[in-house]
């Protein structure tokens, strides 16, 4: 891993961890939100094996996640398109991507995920993206992935997260996993890694 990247992940972590620890008052609508470190890596080796070169993140945050695909497709000259509503954590993210030297990388769409991915399916970005990660409202995840299987080229990935934990997302997640099993268009595995991935394959146009 390049050392300018793996800075800023390190610093990254360090803030994520004072947050878990409730060692510090930060608000939820400031919290980092972030994927565990596992997860990071797993996804890194898993795009690196996928020879992936084009990502969509739904749920930015500050970026931690979008630096760990950054990453792994770097050297495949790959670009990563990430959806965030929260403007300060854009700025944010931002600083981020530049401290990591990405920001060439990664385009930052403003708004409401919904909104963004309605427009990306206008644009014609229909069997583009090599991988998908879904980190956003648990309520609108089964909305989002509707929104995103035309996006996604046959063989590419989803992600989403938050399938075991919190538990609090748990009946959300159950209805969005029920959903998934019944397209004939997808295969999809729960692993049971940082807070539970649903990982969907994608083998149909």
Avoid at 29 to 36: K, V
Avoid at 38 to 61: D, P, Q, W
Avoid at 98 to 122: D, H, P, Q, T, Y
Avoid at 158 to 175: G, H, S, V
């Amino acid at each position: 891993m390049k050392k300018i990247i793996k800075n800023v992940l390190d610093e990254m972590e360090k803030r994520s961890s004072l947050e878990k620890t409730k060692k510090v008052d930060i608000s939820l609508e400031d919290r980092m939100l972030a994927i565990t470190m596992e997860t990071g890596k797993f996804f890194n080796i898993m795009l690196r094996i996928m020879n992936a070169k084009n990502i969509l993140e739904v749920g930015t945050s500050t970026g931690y996640s979008t630096l760990w695909c950054a990453e792994a497709i770097q050297e495949n000259f790959g670009k990563i398109i990430t959806i965030e509503k929260n403007p300060d954590k854009i700025i944010r993210a931002r600083k981020n991507f530049e401290k990591a030297g990405v920001s060439e990388m990664v385009e930052i769409r403003e708004g409401m995920a919904e909104e963004v991915l309605l427009e990306l399916n206008n644009e014609g970005l229909q069997n583009h993206f090599d991988f998908v990660l879904i980190d956003s409202d648990k309520e609108g995840s089964i909305r989002y992935f509707d929104l995103i299987l035309p996006l996604l080229r046959k063989n590419g990935m989803i992600a989403t997260d938050n399938i075991l934990y919190p538990k609090k997302y748990r009946p959300e997640m159950q209805k969005f996993q029920n959903h998934i099993k019944n397209n004939p268009k997808v295969i999809s595995v729960t692993v049971p890694i940082g807070n539970g991935e649903e990982i969907t394959l994608k083998i149909k146009n």
